[in-house]
């Protein structure tokens, strides 16, 4: 029955999402379960996907091994949980940029506060000459810290990388053969490596990843992960089963033991939570509630592959899930979910009671939030303006909605949904100011920071309209009038044709900009992820010649009012002009598209 149900849910999924092939293998009481591939691992040589023998990459799911090797160190005393991680470090230090030291602990429930580092080759790259040693990595390449540790969750895959260092920098191994001799090998995991490539007699057996188009599939690259402990592992499905029953049965599996049982025991409780009310994180995975139990989740996603661990440790439980497809992560999540409607359905929802007042306050709430996980200081910073940040909006009858979920406050700061069983919390600063809000289901990535006005999405797109309107007003209007000026045989006037070609080029190359960037996000949107395409170089290079001939333009109309050149209408068009110009460089500048800031 459990057989039948598998296969239909999983089939349909390959189907639905235009997987080429997908593996799953469940877990219970200390035995495999099911173990089952579908579809193609190579779609041109109709390769099939066998559970016991094909790879997959399974992304951040890697995370949680790096997480299990770390607590062995730390079993042995060669790692403090609490100590900072500059004291193991020693050819670099993690600067203190004014919020004090970071720990292990907060590198493995992602507070650490680093700001997210993911596009232009820092996470993936497929030309292996771009592929850096752990060591530079982390090294040279660390994002900015944005908070102070501990204050918030933000997902960071440069944190899980500098745990995998840790793990280098103590045992005096590579972090690869570091998991072959400790946790592989002892689960008998012998079908699994962490190495980029994957070595020889293995990558016969890996699966290719695929997109898919409307003429078919079409075979992607090997992805190497750049923070490699973050993401690096491939495995086939009943390898990964061994790791499920080992960290459900005490850290050991076949009489073979990874961790002690109280390690063990640790890394299955959360270990932080942004309040708690919420769930939280545990070392290496995320907890959550699914259908009203408590399930312990990580999710792990390249481009090309989507993978999902879910452990529930009341039930003995293990989940593991993989498709190698560009649209495997939904894939996952159905899978995960329909298991759980099928064999532990939810309870009847409570209906949440709200506080008193709760009408009033409902406003208080509302605005723009953006996700903790993003960019700062480099041009990924728009990627996260686009697509993460998120309306709070007060309904008239005081509860607020948020991704078309609906909550009501049921104590202060404190939500429940409404025909839903979702959770949040709002934070107040030290003025009684909404500082964040925190999303129960999600507290992996659902941290999420109060916008101001001027950081909203909404205020930038109206920005850059009105910009774009008063550029296109000087392109029509400045021929018109040149032309009329030639048909009444009128001598123009050199200074202001020269002060019009001036802006003119300026606002071709603002122009310029915007359509060959939103090209590249649309058209090209891997080549970003895996690296630094020359026409992106080349795209930013139109704003710094733009900002030349900004400060020409700012020059003649300082020069126009002052000797008064020029009618007062054309005056003060070319004022307006002038002011769009350094408006969108500000603009520009907000978002890190000014210079080259990968």
């Known amino acids: 029955m459990l057989q039948s149900f598998v296969d239909g849910i999983m089939q349909r999924q390959i189907d639905d999402h235009r997987a080429p092939g997908g593996v799953v293998a469940i877990v219970k009481n200390g035995r495999l379960l099911y173990a089952q591939g579908y579809g193609y691992a190579d779609v041109e040589n109709r390769t099939p996907v066998m559970a016991d023998s094909t790879l997959f990459r399974i992304g951040s799911c890697s995370k949680v091994f790096t997480a299990t090797a770390a607590m062995q160190l730390v079993e042995q005393g ?46 993936l790259v497929i030309d292996p000459a771009k592929m850096p040693s752990l060591q530079n990595y982390v090294s040279q390449d660390m994002p900015a810290r944005v908070r102070p540790p501990g204050e918030a969750t933000s ?21 690869d053969l570091y998991l072959d001799q400790n946790v592989f090998a002892p ?85 932080y939570s942004n309040d708690p009310r919420l769930y939280g994180m545990a070392y290496g995975m995320v907890e959550t ?37 560009d649209g495997g992560a939904q894939a996952c999540q159905n899978v995960v979910q329909g298991l759980f409607d099928r064999y532990y359905p939810a309870s009847n929802l409570l209906v949440p009671v709200p506080m008193d007042g709760y009408q009033e306050r409902a406003q208080g709430y509302a605005g723009t939030y953006y996700s903790t996980r993003t960019a700062y200081t480099t041009l990924e910073k728009i990627v996260g303006g686009l697509s993460q940040q998120y309306d709070v909006m007060a309904n008239p009858n005081g ?33 009684g100011r909404i500082q964040y809000l925190f999303v129960g289901s999600d507290p992996e990535g659902g941290s999420l920071v109060k916008a101001d006005w001027y950081q909203t999405m ?52 603002d122009i310029g900009l915007v359509i060959g960037f939103l090209l590249l996000l649309t058209t090209a949107y891997n080549d970003i992820a895996y690296g630094v395409p020359p026409v992106l170089l080349i795209v930013l290079t139109l704003p710094i010649l733009a900002v030349l001939f900004t400060i020409g333009a700012i020059s003649f109309t300082v020069l126009a009012w002052i000797r008064r050149f020029w009618s007062l209408p054309s005056r003060i068009h070319y004022i307006f002009v002038t002011i769009a110009l350094v408006a969108f460089l500000w603009f520009l500048n907000y978002w890190n598209l000014l210079g080259y800031k990968f």
């Not at 060669?78 to 602990?105: E, Q």
């Not at 991704?403 to 003025?431: I, K, S, W």
Request: hydrophobic share 40%.
């Open 399 to 431: 509860s607020i909605s948020i991704l078309g979920h609906t909550f009501v406050e049921v104590a202060p700061l404190y939500f429940e949904e409404l025909n839903g069983t979702n959770r949040m919390v709002f934070r107040e600063d030290a003025n």
């Open 78 to 123: 060669r790692l403090g949980l609490d100590m900072d991680v500059n004291v193991y470090l020693k050819d670099y230090k993690v600067p203190d940029s004014g919020y004090g030291p970071i720990t292990l602990r907060e590198l493995m429930v992602h507070s650490a506060g680093f700001e997210v580092q993911d596009a232009c080759g820092k996470s």
């Open 155 to 175: 997902y960071s895959n440069y944190g899980v990388a500098l745990e995998g260092y840790l793990i280098q920098q103590v045992t005096g191994v590579s972090y």
């Open 289 to 325: 509630g699914l259908n009203g139990k408590r399930a312990l989740v990580k999710t792990g996603d390249t481009l090309l592959f989507h993978s999902e661990i879910c452990l529930l440790p009341d039930e003995d439980l293990g989940i593991f899930v993989s498709f190698n497809g």
């Open 187 to 271: 689960l008998g995991m012998y079908n699994s490596t962490s190495r980029q490539p994957v070595p020889n007699d293995l990558e016969v057996r890996l699966a290719k990843g695929y997109t898919y188009s409307s003429n078919g599939y079409h075979m992607g690259s090997f992805e190497y992960v750049v923070p490699s402990p973050a993401g690096s592992i491939s495995a086939t499905a009943t390898d990964l089963a061994h790791f499920m029953i080992a960290r459900l049965d005490g850290g050991q599996y076949d009489n073979k033991s990874i961790l002690n049982r109280s390690t063990n025991a640790l890394m299955l409780t959360r270990e």
């Open 458 to 509: 909404s205020f930038h797109l109206a920005l850059l309209a009105i910009c774009m309107l008063v550029f296109l007003s000087a392109l029509i209007a400045w021929p018109i009038s040149w032309l009329l000026r030639r048909r009444k045989h009128r001598v123009p006037d050199r200074t202001q044709a020269v002060a019009r070609w001036i802006a003119a080029i300026a606002i071709l190359l």
